[in-house]
């Protein structure tokens, strides 16, 4: 199954039959044999109550997937109070692996968050939401100490008063690198500016008259803060999630159920190209989601789960099923298998890869979307071609 997706216009192959057929009313055209040309397959009429049942589970998957979001949370934050309070290399190693878990959780709910901040009016609301959980790339010496600038970041500057709703006001606030809050802060936290994080830095200093200006207690501080500040970002959006709610559900509902799936596909468009290509760079000098904790790529697996699940399960009908031709259900779920196949051998993070493997995936995405789009034409198999006849009765 595998080839490149072919791109053909409907009429132009229909003005082609056309202007044949028309000349078989030349005498010498009505003794050629019969030719063959594909078949002009169209999706399905959508029947509205399927409709209806597929944009309820779809939303519900997505309050499914903000449990799990929480619940690897709330893990993550259990880890570094963990940390915090007995630091250790195990220890270290436990947060860290909490981090990841958490984030590759986060990662699968992006396309549902597309979705409820889909609406015009909602959309800038959604883009801070996501900035302050997922913000990315950081700068290191924005938070901590870096090689050559001994008293660098926030940890070192007493002026910067160390609270939450502080925290949140320094939060990009002269550059989208000035990240202070969100998964890939806290990442820096962890492995450290230059991943050589030790757990001995977490330990709590007493030295002093004031002891909690002193960086090693300003870090401790910091880290717990940024995980509360996803605690508190992710409990406000579970709050405002449910159709009971009737907040963000209530612009998803009133919409009608087969303009609903429409809503869906144009958030999985947004994700496929605000988030999944913006994760793959087009060479070895472009940024990379997450260079410390080599999760670039797993971000990039979580997302793409989500949007497989969504349009070719492994059971029910997805919405493949509903707005595309067979052809292209096919070919969809061929391009969703073979991205995966690649993107498992590339190093993680995706930077490392190689610049081969990175052309082919962003290709691969760029057809997923294609497909998605319902834009692409697939050509028909051998099987699928049926005899036109293009003599004319005189």
Known sequence: MTGSIVLKRVSAALAILLGLGLAGCDSRRAEEPQQEAPAVKTPPAIDRKVAERFSHTMWQAGEAQLIDVRASVEALNRALTTLLDRPSEDHLESAKLAWLDAHREF??????????????????????????????????????????????????????????????????????????????????????????????????????????????????Q?????????????????????????????????????????????????????????????????????????????????????????????????????????????????????LEELLLKMEDPVELAELGQLARARELLEEIASLMSGRAEIPAGEDEVTPVSLTTEQ
Do not use: C
């Open 222 to 338: 910091l880290t717990r803060l940024m995980g509360e500040a996803l605690a508190e970002d992710l409990a406000g959006l579970e709050r405002r999630w449910p159709f009971t709610m009737n907040d963000l559900s209530r612009h998803f509902l009133a919409l009608d159920p087969v303009a609903r799936l429409q809503q869906v596909r144009a958030s999985h468009l947004r994700t496929l190209d605000e988030e999944l290509l913006r994760r793959l760079p087009e060479s070895s000098e472009s940024d990379v989601e997450s260079g410390r904790a080599a999760d670039s790529k797993q971000a990039i697996l979580a997302m793409l789960g989500s949007l497989q699940a969504a349009w070719v399960p492994n059971e029910g009908p997805g919405l493949a099923d509903l707005l595309l031709d067979p052809r292209q259900r096919e070919a969809l779920a061929e391009r969703f298998e073979v």
């Open 107 to 220: 990662a699968a709910a992006l396309p549902y968050i597309q979705l409820a901040f889909a609406p015009a009016e909602l959309r800038d609301e959604g883009r801070e939401l996501v900035l302050s959980m997922d913000s990315w790339p950081v700068q290191p010496g924005y938070l901590d100490t870096v090689p050559g600038y001994s008293e660098s970041g926030i940890v070192n500057d007493t002026a910067v008063e160390l609270t939450l709703a502080n925290l949140r006001r320094q939060h990009r606030l002269t550059a989208h690198e000035e990240a202070s809050t969100g998964f890939h802060a806290l990442e820096i936290m962890l492995w450290g500016p230059t991943s050589e994080r030790s757990a001995d830095q977490f330990q709590a200093a007493s030295a002093g008259e004031e002891p909690e200006a002193l960086a090693a207690n300003r870090r401790r």
